[in-house]
Nanobody, 120 residues
Framework: QVQLVESGGGLVQAGGSLSLSCAAS????????MGWFRQAPGKERELVAT???????NYADSVKGRFTISRDNAKNTVHLQMNSLKPEDAAVYYC??????????????WGQGTQVTVSS
């Protein structure tokens, strides 16, 4: 049983900063990749950033240079530091992780989401 729990969402003014965290817990053998997606009302869920167990990072073009993803492997956590926030960044942010629960079982897991609201 694996659970991902996000925290850190809230309301921030445009140009401000916000930091999100996600902790994975449960029966975890290995986490291959962790990351963040977001979904705004009426839009498809889109990738924000990912980081794999080799440290390779991918960012969506829309957040590159403004957001920073990091990971604490010992704590099975991933963080997203969001700077210079724009109104278009407002969305529900979802944590995701690709996890092996044993040598034969692996799949992606999702958190329940945390709301980020950016006011102008």
């Amino acid at each position: 049983q694996v659970q991902l729990v996000e925290s850190g969402g809230g309301l921030v003014q445009a140009g401000g900063s916000l930091s999100l965290s996600c902790a994975a817990s449960g029966s975890i053998f290995m986490i291959v990749q962790m990351g963040w997606f977001r979904q705004a009302p009426g839009k498809e869920r889109e990738l924000v950033a990912t980081i794999n167990n080799g440290g390779a990072i991918n960012y969506a073009d829309s957040v590159k240079g403004r957001f920073t993803i990091s990971r604490d492997n010992a704590k099975n956590t991933v963080h997203l530091q969001m700077n210079s926030l724009k109104p278009e960044d407002a969305a529900v942010y979802y944590c995701t992780a690709y996890i092996y629960t044993d040598l034969r079982s692996w799949r992606d897991y999702w958190g329940q989401g945390t709301q980020v609201t950016v006011s102008s």
